[in-house]
């Protein structure tokens, strides 16, 4: 099993130009979540999808982010204009969708801002 | 609304146990887990227990969980340098939001 895969793993950009995240999950779960941990504190949640659908995107700021799932498997979380309070690392997680709610993590992505 | 708190820091010597706490709120919470977050590594699923439980145990780690006090804690025997790391507490209501809320993660540092 290849885990959830994630790129770019860093990302410097200066503000307000555009970034995107790519996250390849693991083959089979259905749910995908994006989360997004700052400096210092746990993750949190930005976005759930059940295949394609975003069930839960409440705290997505959507003036500036946004996700897409086309086909159920892949997703992209685009962040434009980037700010510098956007500095974090973005985590993407992916669950089968039965069971005890395990999520499996990939290794993140780590966006500076400048 | 729901919220999870650890305490930031913890110490210990290696070969000597280590307990790590959280408190939650949400008294709907199914499932309850510990993360285990390396320096510039995603989140590793370390353990979890059902709300029903009171007690869990795998090899060295064992979680107790007071569901009345809304504690859960994570002990470690024979700690090594290896367990140095940021814990994070998670909980999840497995409801309509099936969401995994995190505590803000307790960093073990094992001295040699």
């Known amino acids: 099993e290849a885990g959830v895969v994630q790129s770019p793993r860093y990302k410097i950009i200066e503000k307000k130009q555009p970034v995107a995240f790519w996250c390849n999950p693991i083959?089979?779960?259905?749910?995908l979540y994006w989360y997004r941990q700052n400096l210092g504190q746990g993750p949190e949640l930005l976005i759930r999808?059940?295949?394609?659908?975003?069930?839960?995107d409440s705290q997505l700021p959507k003036d500036r982010f946004s996700a897409e799932r086309l086909k159920g498997v892949d997703s992209t979380l685009k962040i434009q204009p980037a700010e510098l309070g956007d500095s974090a690392v973005y985590l993407c997680?992916?669950?089968?969708?039965?069971?005890?709610?395990?999520?499996?993590f990939g290794a993140g992505s780590r966006l500076t801002v400048l | 609304g729901e919220d999870v708190e650890q305490s930031l820091f913890l110490s210990v010597r290696e070969g000597d146990s280590s307990v790590i706490n959280c408190t939650y709120t949400?008294?709907?919470?199914?499932?309850l887990y510990w993360y285990k977050q390396e320096p510039g590594a995603g989140l590793q699923l370390l353990t979890y227990?059902?709300?029903?439980?009171d007690m869990k145990q795998d090899q060295r780690l064992t979680v107790l969980l007071n569901k009345k006090d809304k504690h859960l804690s994570l002990r470690i025997a024979d700690t090594q340098t290896g367990d140095s790391a940021i814990y994070f507490c998670?909980?999840?209501?497995?409801?309509?939001?099936?969401?995994?809320?995190f505590g803000t993660g307790t960093l073990l540092a094992v001295q040699p």
């Open positions: 949400d008294s709907s919470s199914t499932y």
């Open positions: 997680a992916s669950y089968r969708g039965s069971g005890a709610n395990v999520l499996t």
């Open positions: 227990i059902f709300s029903n439980m």
């Open positions: 083959s089979g779960h259905n749910t």
């Open positions: 999808y059940e295949n394609e659908e975003a069930v839960d």
């Open positions: 998670a909980e999840i209501n497995g409801g309509a939001t099936n969401k995994l809320i």
